[in-house]
């Protein structure tokens, strides 16, 4: 451990090199390029080494984040990346992703002023060195136990569990409804901001430690939960918030209105964006509007631009009360999307072979407080507003698939879809059978579903080395 | 991978494929569906299934060459592999004892109700088969039809073989037939599904009809399949795919069926010939 010391404040928080807007609003290459050892190096060094650091606070798997970062400012990377995984098993995703200025960098003292350090720039830094290394070694795994896990879903809290137990020794297979392991990951977040050859080494990784990946498996369809347990000891379930929602307004089912999960699983998943040397068609459309503010909005929004259309979000609040990443929302700025803040569409209507081309909206004002805090928007009167699109769409939220409560016996649900499942342990109602991820939460974060993986993984091994 | 077990082309145009899948098979049911990739590359289509052998491992569609895709499938030779074969998806088609029911098939639907009849029969309804094509050299499995029918009845456009002309004759079919149906069930192209509903509506005959989108995952995650059924918007996959056709709204239904209809020839013109695009 450094010891803490004196030094003069370095306030100037060191900027990651970036792919240039009018570049990258042309290709689906990644955004951001990361840091060179010499600017991890800088950045690190600013680091005040606090003995009480808030930062780990922040962090929901509560990585030991001064201990790496002094790790990088000694240029000790291998120890850095060891320290950053005894609590995260994906930081080459995490350190993309997170929503840091949330979380852990929120919490750095440095914030106050306004230069925290760049805590996911640094996990990033550390993660890319490892790959940069070559393939890793794999750590040592603990003798066979005789017992057998079935992980439904193959998204970070599947991955996550999978990782954790295969190395105590359990036999572990991964079901999989899509043909490729990854989630969201895989289908959701687009290469641009994070390249599909990191999540295909993390999915390499597993295979190297042993566990079994079979994809194209539709658990509830070609084989329910009790089934499985017939064969396996215990069953994680990471399925996921994968049902897009739809504000049921008219015009909603015209030719190019698509749910955001559709638009991007053609583009990401489906590799639409090289049709037609991949065979699944996206449209160029010329005019897109993308209904929503989070981070799911901005993916399909710059998705969107990158295939050469004008594009707008509509979002019925102001851009405060975005819920997408900060940086991600800058990065949309800079690009050149267009946002229509407290705007909210009412109606589409179409052409006479059934595409939409016009969108109508209201303008709104914000009003008291709701239940989550946020300004509540109001419509205001007479503000009806006419906007020419060619496509639309929807990005204003998902929850769980009712797939496998509905094939599943015992499995209670709660409101909104999700399975319910114990905070600490992830223990479902029924026996045998842990959840975790957006399957219990409903859409959440990557950090929060590779966490509740972590927890399940715990609880299932405590339970089958003592049954 | 999926092996393939048999591929040919029954008759001109449309082409059966038997492939290797024993989880699908184990657990499939008349009415289900899987999804298909042809390769690496390739798109991910929904197909209905026809028939199915759990005890083989192996389950059969029957499919119209009609699109990039299709056409990859139907070049396949038996002992190749795919990459994708899921299912089997949507839910089955209700069979219960409704007493007499029609069983309306046309092209590759001629190949997936033969597994609805078959279990209707069983249920213990009687079961009329009526089968429907442009001319009588497109139908196929009739003898699987003879052994599980009261009676095979034809209707071809050009008259060659049954009755002359489009399913809008139904009401005559049904009135020849001189008994009370108590249900219609069609399989078929989405012409075929809404000009039998439109048929049988002034006969006031419950009509179901197996409705067939465009699917990108098939277990509700894109929404892409979605259709008005009465005041609601359904998804095929998760809620269908079969629905009471007097309530589908057919208008729309097909315009999202052609929603890439120009797509759907570039691969053709533009792919490099000697190998379409990839190593099916
Ligand atoms: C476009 C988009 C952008 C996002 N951006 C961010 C971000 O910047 N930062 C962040 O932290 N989070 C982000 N998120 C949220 C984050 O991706 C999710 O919270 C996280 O992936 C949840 O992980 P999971 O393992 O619970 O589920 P998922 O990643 O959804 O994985 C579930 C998997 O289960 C499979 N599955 C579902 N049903 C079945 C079944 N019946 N049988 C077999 N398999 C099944 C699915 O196909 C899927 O592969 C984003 C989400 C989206 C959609
Ligand atoms: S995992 Fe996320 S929250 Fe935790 S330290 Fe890394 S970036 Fe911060």
């Given at each position: 451990?450094?010891?803490?010391?004196?030094?003069?404040?370095?306030?100037?928080?060191?900027?990651?090199?970036?792919?240039?807007?009018?570049?990258?609003?042309?290709?689906?290459?990644?955004?951001?390029?990361?840091?060179?050892?010499?600017?991890?190096?800088?950045?690190?060094?600013?680091?005040?080494?606090?003995?009480?650091?808030?930062?780990?606070?922040?962090?929901?798997?509560?990585?030991?984040?001064?201990?790496?970062?002094?790790?990088?400012?000694?240029?000790?990377?291998?120890?850095?990346?060891?320290?950053?995984?005894?609590?995260?098993?994906?930081?080459?995703?995490?350190?993309?992703?997170?929503?840091?200025?949330?979380?852990?960098?929120?919490?750095?003292?440095?914030?106050?002023?306004?230069?925290?350090?760049?805590?996911?720039?640094?996990?990033?830094?550390?993660?890319?060195?490892?790959?940069?290394?070559?393939?890793?070694?794999?750590?040592?795994?603990?003798?066979?136990?005789?017992?057998?896990?079935?992980?439904?879903?193959?998204?970070?809290?599947?991955?996550?569990?999978?990782?954790?137990?295969?190395?105590?020794?359990?036999?572990?297979?991964?079901?999989?409804?899509?043909?490729?392991?990854?989630?969201?990951?895989?289908?959701?977040?687009?290469?641009?901001?994070?390249?599909?050859?990191?999540?295909?080494?993390?999915?390499?990784?597993?295979?190297?430690?042993?566990?079994?990946?079979v994809t194209n498996f539709v658990v509830g369809k070609t084989r329910t939960i009790d089934s499985l347990l017939e064969e396996f000891d215990a069953v994680f379930i990471g399925a996921g918030a994968g049902l897009p929602w739809f504000m049921s307004i008219p015009g909603e089912n015209l030719n190019g209105v698509y749910s955001a999960n559709e638009y991007l699983t053609r583009i990401n998943l489906m590799k639409g964006f090289?049709?037609?040397?991949?065979?699944?068609?996206?449209?160029?459309?010329?005019?897109?509007?993308?209904?929503?503010?989070?981070?799911?909005?901005?993916?399909?929004?710059?998705?969107?631009?990158?295939?050469?259309?004008?594009?707008?979000?509509?979002?019925?609040?102001?851009?405060?009360?975005?819920?997408?990443?900060?940086?991600?929302?800058?990065?949309?700025?800079?690009?050149?999307?267009?946002?229509?803040?407290?705007?909210?569409?009412?109606?589409?209507?179409?052409?006479?072979?059934?595409?939409?081309?016009?969108?109508?909206?209201?303008?709104?004002?914000?009003?008291?407080?709701?239940?989550?805090?946020?300004?509540?928007?109001?419509?205001?009167?007479?503000?009806?507003?006419?906007?020419p699109v060619d496509a639309v769409i929807v990005a204003i939220g998902n929850s769980p698939n009712p797939l496998i409560p509905s094939t599943t016996t015992g499995l209670e649900v709660g409101k909104r879809g999700n399975i319910v499942a114990d905070e600490e342990t992830g223990k479902t109602t029924k026996e045998r059978v842990w959840a975790g991820g957006d399957v219990t939460t409903g859409a959440a974060t990557v950090i929060?579903?590779?966490?509740?993986?972590?927890?399940?993984?715990?609880?299932?091994?405590?339970?089958?080395?003592?049954? | 991978?999926?092996?393939?077990?048999?591929?040919?082309?029954?008759?001109?145009?449309?082409?059966?494929?038997?492939?290797?899948?024993?989880?699908?098979?184990?657990?499939?049911?008349?009415?289900?569906?899987?999804?298909?990739?042809?390769?690496?590359?390739?798109?991910?289509?929904?197909?209905?299934?026809?028939?199915?052998?759990?005890?083989?491992?192996?389950?059969?569609?029957?499919?119209?060459?009609?699109?990039?895709?299709?056409?990859?499938?139907?070049?396949?030779?038996?002992?190749?592999?795919?990459?994708?074969?899921?299912?089997?998806?949507?839910?089955?088609?209700?069979?219960?004892?409704?007493?007499?029911?029609?069983?309306?098939?046309?092209?590759?639907?001629?190949?997936?109700?033969?597994?609805?009849?078959?279990?209707?029969?069983?249920?213990?309804?009687?079961?009329?088969?009526?089968?429907?094509?442009?001319?009588a050299y497109l139908f196929y499995w009739e003898e699987r039809f003879e052994a599980i029918s009261e009676r095979v009845i034809h209707i071809t456009r050009d008259g060659t073989r049954g009755y002359r002309g489009h399913i809008d004759r139904l009401p005559e079919v049904v009135k020849d037939l001189g008994v009370p149906i108590d249900r219609i069930i069609i399989n078929g192209c989405t012409f075929l599904l809404k000009r039998?509903?439109?048929?049988?509506?002034?006969?006031?005959?419950?009509?179901?009809?197996?409705?067939?989108?465009?699917?990108?995952?098939?277990?509700?995650?894109?929404?892409?399949?979605?259709?008005?059924?009465?005041?609601?918007?359904?998804?095929?996959?998760?809620?269908?795919?079969?629905?009471?056709?007097?309530?589908?709204?057919?208008?729309?239904?097909?315009?999202?069926?052609?929603?890439?209809?120009?797509?759907?020839?570039?691969?053709?013109?533009?792919?490099?010939?000697?190998?379409?695009?990839?190593?099916?």
């Amino acid at each position: 451990m450094a010891k803490t010391q004196k030094k003069t404040l370095d306030l100037v928080r060191r900027e990651m090199p970036k792919q240039p807007p009018e570049v990258r609003r042309h290709n689906f290459q990644e955004v951001a390029l990361g840091y060179s050892p010499e600017l991890a190096v800088e950045e690190a060094r600013r680091c005040l080494q606090c003995p009480k650091p808030a930062c780990v606070s922040g962090c929901p798997v509560e990585i030991n984040i001064p201990a790496f970062i002094d790790a990088i400012a000694r240029r000790d990377f291998g120890q850095g990346i060891r320290i950053l995984k005894e609590k995260n098993c994906l930081p080459a995703i995490c350190g993309r992703v997170c929503p840091q200025e949330d979380q852990c960098e929120i919490k750095c003292v440095l914030t106050r002023k306004g230069a925290p350090v760049a805590i996911g720039r640094l996990e990033r830094f550390l993660a890319d060195w490892e790959a940069e290394q070559g393939e890793p070694e794999l750590p040592p795994i603990a003798p066979p136990t005789g017992k057998k896990i079935a992980v439904v879903g193959g998204g970070p809290a599947g991955l996550t569990v999978a990782g954790d137990l295969i190395q105590l020794g359990h036999q572990v297979t991964i079901f999989e409804a899509l043909h490729k392991m990854g989630g969201v990951l895989i289908y959701g977040i687009p290469e641009f901001r994070l390249p599909k050859a990191i999540v295909a080494r993390e999915v390499d990784y597993l295979r190297r430690l042993g566990v079994k990946l079979v994809t194209n498996f539709v658990v509830g369809k070609t084989r329910t939960i009790d089934s499985l347990l017939e064969e396996f000891d215990a069953v994680f379930i990471g399925a996921g918030a994968g049902l897009p929602w739809f504000m049921s307004i008219p015009g909603e089912n015209l030719n190019g209105v698509y749910s955001a999960n559709e638009y991007l699983t053609r583009i990401n998943l489906m590799k639409g964006f090289l049709f037609p040397n991949y065979h699944t068609p996206i449209k160029r459309h010329k005019r897109v509007a993308v209904i929503g503010g989070g981070n799911v909005a901005m993916d399909c929004a710059r998705s969107a631009l990158r295939l050469g259309a004008e594009v707008r979000i509509i979002y019925r609040r102001s851009r405060q009360e975005m819920p997408a990443r900060l940086e991600e929302i800058e990065n949309a700025e800079e690009e050149g999307v267009i946002f229509e803040y407290l705007t909210l569409p009412i109606r589409y209507h179409g052409d006479e072979n059934g595409w939409v081309k016009e969108m109508v909206c209201v303008r709104m004002k914000l009003g008291e407080p709701d239940a989550s805090g946020r300004r509540r928007p109001i419509p205001i009167e007479g503000s009806e507003t006419v906007f020419p699109v060619d496509a639309v769409i929807v990005a204003i939220g998902n929850s769980p698939n009712p797939l496998i409560p509905s094939t599943t016996t015992g499995l209670e649900v709660g409101k909104r879809g999700n399975i319910v499942a114990d905070e600490e342990t992830g223990k479902t109602t029924k026996e045998r059978v842990w959840a975790g991820g957006d399957v219990t939460t409903g859409a959440a974060t990557v950090i929060l579903a590779m966490g509740a993986g972590r927890k399940a993984a715990r609880s299932i091994h405590q339970y089958l080395t003592s049954h | 991978m999926f092996r393939v077990v048999a591929s040919r082309m029954i008759v001109p145009n449309v082409h059966l494929l038997t492939l290797e899948a024993p989880a699908v098979a184990r657990e499939a049911k008349p009415g289900q569906f899987v999804i298909l990739r042809a390769c690496e590359e390739g798109e991910r289509i929904p197909l209905s299934l026809s028939d199915w052998d759990a005890e083989m491992g192996t389950v059969t569609v029957i499919f119209l060459n009609i699109g990039f895709t299709t056409n990859q499938l139907a070049a396949l030779e038996e002992g190749k592999t795919i990459p994708t074969v899921v299912g089997p998806l949507g839910n089955a088609t209700r069979i219960e004892k409704y007493g007499t029911v029609l069983c309306l098939g046309g092209c590759y639907g001629i190949g997936s109700i033969f597994p609805i009849a078959r279990a209707l029969k069983a249920a213990g309804n009687r079961v009329f088969t009526l089968l429907e094509a442009r001319s009588a050299y497109l139908f196929y499995w009739e003898e699987r039809f003879e052994a599980i029918s009261e009676r095979v009845i034809h209707i071809t456009r050009d008259g060659t073989r049954g009755y002359r002309g489009h399913i809008d004759r139904l009401p005559e079919v049904v009135k020849d037939l001189g008994v009370p149906i108590d249900r219609i069930i069609i399989n078929g192209c989405t012409f075929l599904l809404k000009r039998g509903s439109d048929a049988s509506r002034p006969l006031g005959i419950s009509t179901w009809v197996s409705l067939n989108p465009i699917m990108i995952d098939g277990t509700g995650m894109c929404g892409v399949c979605r259709v008005t059924v009465g005041d609601a918007t359904r998804f095929a996959c998760v809620h269908g795919p079969d629905f009471d056709g007097h309530q589908v709204n057919w208008e729309e239904l097909l315009h999202r069926r052609k929603a890439y209809m120009v797509e759907e020839e570039v691969p053709f013109r533009t792919s490099r010939c000697n190998d379409h695009g990839c190593k099916a």
